[in-house]
């Protein structure tokens, strides 16, 4: 997952509004959204070559999202799958605290990564590359690549988007997937300096990213009214396919 824009608790009808995008390299193996058979009550993706997810809910309403941490070179490469501390997460019944303290012992385990998790009612951010644990309060939130809100083009402008989306009490997810799908590069005055050459750095500013080999395999809405019913929506197009679930926390 390498963008994710969510309103939480400051929407008259919605306590969560998330829109994600995941960007991948295409040739990746990939399950699209679906309840695992081998581990019941989980409703998320699938990544075949690790067998983690990006992104999942339970029927519980334990949810966590992931996006890596992006600084070039690599100096080290990890055997540890990023995607795998989701499925942990949402796997098991560890407090939001208990689970940090995992992550502050095992992070030297894992390639940079950003962790969005907790219980729809109560979510935590937490960083292996030197941000704080923080239990997210309410309000409009942009991650990326980076640490939570760092100001990157596409987050500043996805935040923006989602807030003037969200800004009346009916919300259409076609109006969130659309924000989605914006392609604007960002002015290279504005863009990160993570490692990559100007011309990369360009190619993967837009939100929505193209690519002869990578680029954004699927978008993702997800939507939690007050009363606890959640639907999840993705959209896949590599390979193209969109599917929706709805149920009951």
């Not at 996805?158 to 989605?180: W, Y």
Request: a negative charge.
């Amino acid at each position: 997952m390498c963008l994710i824009l969510f309103k939480y608790k400051s929407h008259k009808k919605y306590k969560l509004i998330l829109a994600a995008n995941r960007d991948e390299f295409y040739k990746r193996p990939t399950l699209p959204l679906h309840w695992w058979k081998d581990q019941q009550g989980i409703l998320a993706g699938r990544d075949q070559e690790k067998d983690g997810t990006w992104m999942g809910i339970n029927k519980n309403g334990r949810f966590a999202a992931i996006t890596n941490f992006r600084k070039m070179p690599v100096t080290k490469q990890f055997e540890s799958s990023r995607g795998a501390l989701v499925t942990d997460f949402i796997s098991n019944d560890l407090s939001e605290p208990e689970y940090t303290s995992k992550l502050r012992d095992c992070g030297d385990d894992y390639d940079g990564y950003n962790l969005i998790f907790g219980h729809v009612d109560s979510l935590s951010y937490f960083s292996n590359r030197g941000a704080e644990e923080a239990e997210i309060a309410p309000g409009t939130y942009g991650l990326s690549n980076h640490l939570l809100n760092t100001p990157w083009p596409k987050v500043q402008n996805g935040r923006q988007r989602i807030d003037d989306v969200c800004s009346e009490d009916a919300v259409s997810p076609d109006f969130i997937f659309n924000i989605l799908r914006n392609r604007d590069v960002g002015e290279d005055a504005q863009l990160p300096d993570t490692g990559l050459d100007l011309e990369l750095e360009r190619l993967l500013s837009p939100s929505f990213i193209k690519s002869e080999n990578y680029g954004t395999r699927s978008s993702t809405v997800l939507m939690v009214d007050w009363d606890n019913n959640v639907t999840l929506e993705e959209r896949s197009y590599i390979p193209k396919a969109m599917n929706q679930y709805q149920f009951k926390i």
